[in-house]
């Protein structure tokens, strides 16, 4: 267990195994090369500076991490990440802040359940995002691209993002600002921002934006429907299943 602080100046590479706990540890890394830390224990805490590297097979439930982190499996529940992240075989994220403008978290066959996302997100094969929030406001243009076989099955979607889907977006909430390009499905979710739909599915959902589609666009897909009244009484919107007839409203009412 590291409680203390570790400075090291290093011209070549130093590995750091953990198989106990780094708790409250602040790792200095100086030099021309970096350190690589391979963690088979707990990080709850301390900070691990740039110049290092961290290969998590065990448990991140702490700390502040400044560099590349990859995870082969095993947890990330909580801590603060300012760089590139990816996952593979199985991890699951269901805390923790992730925030950089230019850096990505890169997932593959792993799943995010929760956390906190001001960060690019890839999600490559047999992925699945179903909680977190995502604000994108480090960058005008956060992307997150969703690849085959993956699924979005909930989670608060806020800020500028956009989003290119080839997957199934199956629930969530998808704020104004938020664009979605659709090449996969569209199954559920309440979305408010622009929808391209250039060649994929939209077989449900209720949509509030702006609504462009090349593909097909099935009745069960809702339409919002607001009103103007110009000074009158207000009128609550409504959804219309795609492509029906909306039916004849209750005249407002205006004094």
Do not use: W
């Not at 100086?30 to 448990?59: D, E, H, L, P, Q």
């Not at 299943?241 to 004849?248: I, V």
């Amino acid at each position: 267990t590291q409680t203390g602080n570790i400075n090291i100046d290093n011209t070549g590479t130093i590995n750091l195994g953990n198989t106990g706990s780094i708790a409250d540890a602040s790792v200095g890394i100086y030099g021309t090369a970096g350190v690589n830390i391979t963690n088979n224990g707990t990080i709850s805490g301390g900070c691990i500076n740039s110049m290092a590297s961290v290969k998590n097979n065990a448990a991140i439930t702490g700390g502040t991490i400044d560099c590349y982190t990859s995870c082969n499996g095993g947890t990330i529940s909580g801590g603060t990440f300012t760089s590139d992240v990816s996952t593979a075989n199985g991890t699951v994220i269901s805390g923790g802040t992730f925030s950089s403008a230019r850096n990505t978290v890169s997932l593959y066959n792993s799943q995010i359940t929760g956390g906190n996302f001001d960060i690019h997100i890839y999600c490559g094969g047999n992925c699945s995002i179903s909680g977190g929030t995502f604000t994108g406001t480090n960058n005008d243009s956060s992307l997150i691209y969703i690849s085959d076989g993956s699924v979005i099955n909930g989670g608060d979607f806020t800020g500028n993002f956009k989003i290119y889907s080839r997957a199934i977006i199956a629930n969530g909430n998808f704020g104004s600002n938020v664009t979605i390009t659709n090449s996969g499905t569209i199954a559920g979710g309440n979305i408010e921002g622009p929808v391209d739909n250039g060649s994929g599915l939209i077989a449900g959902g209720v949509f509030s934006g702006s609504f462009i589609s090349k593909g097909t666009v099935n009745s069960s897909a809702m339409m919002m429907v607001s009103f103007d009244t110009n000074g009158g009484s207000a009128v609550t919107s409504i959804p219309v299943p795609y492509g029906t007839m909306l039916s004849p409203m209750t005249d407002p009412v205006k004094s």
